[in-house]
């Protein structure tokens, strides 16, 4: 490892280069419920040339790599398994290029959700992206990688459907162009050309490096306001979903499901939050979603709770604090989800699941489900809080998690973002010649597997 250490150091300068005992041990790790694994180097590069670099050394050695943007992922999919590189791409954190006609813009990998809004605000406040309720370090590579969702997933779907562009360096360091910048000046959409994206998105860092992003925008409407429907019936949240989206004016639709506060306990919560351009546009709005669901407020099964103007404010920001405040619930700092994708079909029974694993196994948990497109799918998440300095709370965390991703499974969806045992279920399950597809591209783009290695492996 001297060697590699003093090649890397060539490569990026001293200053980006560490095998110290505090940072092995910070980047062994995440919140999730995964055991620690502690990789051997941590480099953090400043260009795609010396990506490119560290690839083709990496390659050559054979050295396992990690590629990592915020580390937040929580089901340890950035924990050096064999060992390794992690490759900490918070350095290449540049705003490139706004297209505010196109409505898009250019960032390098480690450019992270809090400064891409940050930036907008400050310098584009017509525009705003999808932002996940992922504390603001998290990168908008990280994100879009493993096909996460957001503010905006009612309007524009999950975030790797805003993806119009990367730039990625392979694990035998060529660099690749995904979308119209393969051939053009502009980052504008991955039509018409055969769309390469596949071979990187929903890999957990498997077959590359991604350096550069283009993402759309959307506009940052003036006025904003949320309503939030409230129903006792589980079985009527899908057709109530379904004729929300169906107006298509949400720009993010989430049901949350919670056992505290004490009055919340029981009832299905559904934040329909939308945006205009003027106050008269806004009740237009707010018209049609009531309308769209009037057959239920006549039946009295449900309808809109009165908000007072605080709480409207919370839960019209982005990101939710409340998620981040329930992921400390239990003090020391431990929390996962199992997120699951699946169609709103399913959102009777995934809830009752969800309510039966948390109550026989008397996990502090909160479940929700965030509606991608309208009403396209879901992603439904279970979510568990621990504290990470009593093993006992972990490892009840952990078999909750177990037992959720078999549940989710066995339902029909499947996980998302899944730790690496996960994955393992995932497998089980899958058609066989696509499994045998996945591991014939991964040994193409990837001669030595050296990228994130013990990621979607059968055993
Ligand atoms: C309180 C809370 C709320 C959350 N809410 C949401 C939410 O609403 N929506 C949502 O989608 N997620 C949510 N998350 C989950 C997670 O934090 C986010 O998805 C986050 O955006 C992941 O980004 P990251 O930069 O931390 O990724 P990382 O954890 O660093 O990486 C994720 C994966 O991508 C790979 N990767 C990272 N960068 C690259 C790169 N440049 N090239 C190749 N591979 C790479 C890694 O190897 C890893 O497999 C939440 C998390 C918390 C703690």
């Known amino acids: 490892m001297k060697e590699i250490y003093d090649a890397l150091v060539k490569i990026v300068g001293p200053e980006w280069v560490s095998d110290h005992a505090e940072e092995r041990f910070i980047y062994s790790r995440d919140p999730g419920t995964m055991e620690p694994r502690e990789p051997d180097l941590v480099v953090m590069p400043d260009s795609s040339e010396e990506v490119q670099k560290i690839m083709a050394l990496a390659t050559e050695k054979g050295i396992p790599v990690v590629p990592m943007g915020g580390g937040l992922v929580l089901s340890g999919l950035t924990r050096p398994l064999k060992g390794g590189i992690v490759l900490d791409m ?5 705003i490139l290029e706004v297209n505010e006609t196109s409505r898009s813009v250019l960032v390098e990998a480690g450019a992270s959700q809090g400064m891409l809004q940050a930036y907008l605000r400050k310098h584009h406040p017509g525009l705003k992206h999808s932002i996940p309720d992922a504390p603001p370090i998290a990168t908008i590579a990280g994100n879009v990688l493993i096909h996460g969702s957001g503010h905006l997933s009612a309007a524009g779907g999950l975030h790797s459907d805003m993806l119009n562009g990367m730039e990625v360096v ?8 995904i979308g119209s910048c393969a051939t053009s000046p502009y980052w504008f959409s991955r039509a018409p050309l055969p769309d390469l994206a596949g071979l990187f ?5 498997t077959t590359g490096v991604a350096t550069k992003l283009a993402i759309k925008l959307y506009p940052d409407r003036p006025f904003n306001d949320v309503g939030i429907f409230v129903t006792e ?3 009527l949240v899908p057709d109530i979903i379904h004729r929300i989206a169906g107006v298509a004016v949400a720009e993010d639709l989430l049901a949350w499901m919670t056992p505290k506060p004490e009055w919340a306990r029981g009832f299905q919560m559904i934040n329909v939050n939308y945006g205009a351009e003027s106050r008269r546009e806004l009740l237009l709005k707010r018209d049609l979603i009531r309308e769209s669901v009037r057959k239920y407020i006549d039946e009295k099964v449900g309808g809109f709770m009165p908000l007072i103007p605080e709480a409207k404010q919370r839960f019209l920001e982005a990101p939710q604090s409340t998620l981040a405040a329930f992921a400390d619930s239990r003090r020391g700092g431990g929390f996962e989800y199992v ?27 909160s479940l929700g489900a965030r509606v991608i497109g309208l009403g396209h799918c879901m992603m439904f998440f279970y979510a568990y809080a621990f504290n ?14 177990d037992e959720t991703n078999e549940a989710v499974l066995e339902m029909g969806g499947i ?32 001669p030595k597997g050296i990228m994130n290695p013990g990621n979607w492996e059968a055993d």
């Open 90 to 94: 918070k350095r290449m954190n540049r």
């Open 170 to 177: 392979l694990p035998t360091g060529e660099i690749v162009k």
């Open 201 to 205: 998105i929903g890999w957990s860092g």
């Open 233 to 235: 019936d589980p079985e």
């Open 339 to 365: 997120g699951s994708i699946m169609p709103i079909d399913l959102f009777p029974e995934a809830y009752r699941k969800g309510i039966e694993i948390a109550g026989r196994r008397g996990v502090p948990h």
């Open 388 to 401: 990470r300095a009593d093993a006992a709370d972990v490892k009840l965390a952990q078999e909750a998690l």
């Open 415 to 446: 996980p998302w973002k899944a730790e690496a045992p996960a994955q393992k279920q995932i497998i089980s399950r899958m058609d066989p010649d696509t499994f045998s597809l996945m591991n014939r591209l991964r040994g193409l783009l990837d």
